[in-house]
């Protein structure tokens, strides 16, 4: 059974950079089927694709948050990161992070990162 | 205009059945596009529920059962999840989404309300 579980700071200063782990049980993370992906979701609002990255190491990010994220991978841990720089309140959300298949089959619980001072 | 548009909201009585809309941005076809439905419910994260391309190109998610089903109404240019046989337990929130210019987009959700 695939198990995905995020981890990070819940707190983080407006201006500073968001930084999340999300640890990958009962599979591979190196396996070039599958994609690694972060999605967030602010309270009482939709879903939002941050970007993705591939067993190999290959990326794709959301036009939206292109000039400021970097997705990466730890095969030797089993676990991928996500790295949003220069946050405001607005990245205040439930960050999920998820394993891409034919879909987003496996999501973690969901990290809640705060932005404020 | 969003890439995807769906109704905020839908309400739906116990026993019937629900058809849930996904409608792509005008100039993009959805003959083209697998559409891949998710369930939220309250507290929790999204699950998968099946993606839907043509009836010979689909994917049921893993223990999703059969009364969830997708289609395409390509005269509205759009998705559609029809959920039959409503039960309470299928009042959440739901997505689609696509695989659109190089990421995912995802519509802005459909709040069904079974009641």
């Known amino acids: 059974q695939v198990q995905l579980q995020e981890s990070g700071p819940g707190l983080v200063k407006p201006s500073q950079t968001l930084s999340l782990t999300c640890a990958v049980s009962g599979d591979s993370i190196s396996s070039a089927s599958y994609y690694w992906t972060w999605i967030r979701q602010p309270a009482g609002k939709g879903l939002e694709w941050i970007g993705r990255?591939?067993?190999?190491?290959?990326?794709n990010y959301s036009p939206s948050f292109q000039s400021r994220v970097t997705i990466s991978v730890d095969a030797s841990k089993n676990q991928f990161s996500l790295e949003l720089t220069s946050v405001t309140a607005a990245d205040t959300a439930v960050y999920y992070c998820?394993?891409?298949?034919?879909?987003?089959?496996?999501w973690g619980q969901g990290a809640l990162v705060t932005v404020s001072s | 205009q969003a890439v995807l548009t769906q109704p905020s909201s839908l309400s739906a009585s116990p026993g019937a059945s629900a058809s849930l809309t996904c409608t792509l941005r005008s100039g993009i076809n959805v003959d083209t596009y697998k559409i891949y439905w998710y369930q939220q419910k309250p507290g929790s994260p999204p699950q998968f529920l099946l993606k839907y391309k043509s009836d010979s190109d689909k994917q049921q998610g893993s223990g999703v059962p059969s009364r969830f089903s997708g289609s395409k109404d390509a005269s509205a240019n759009a998705g559609i999840l029809l959920i039959s046989g409503l039960q309470s337990e299928d009042e959440a929130d739901y997505y689609c989404?696509?695989?659109?210019?190089?990421?995912?987009?995802f519509g802005g959700g459909t709040k069904l309300t079974v009641l």
């Open positions: 998820a394993r891409d298949y034919w879909g987003l089959e496996y």
């Open positions: 990255i591939s067993g190999t190491g290959s990326t």
């Open positions: 989404t696509i695989w659109h210019s190089g990421g995912v987009v």
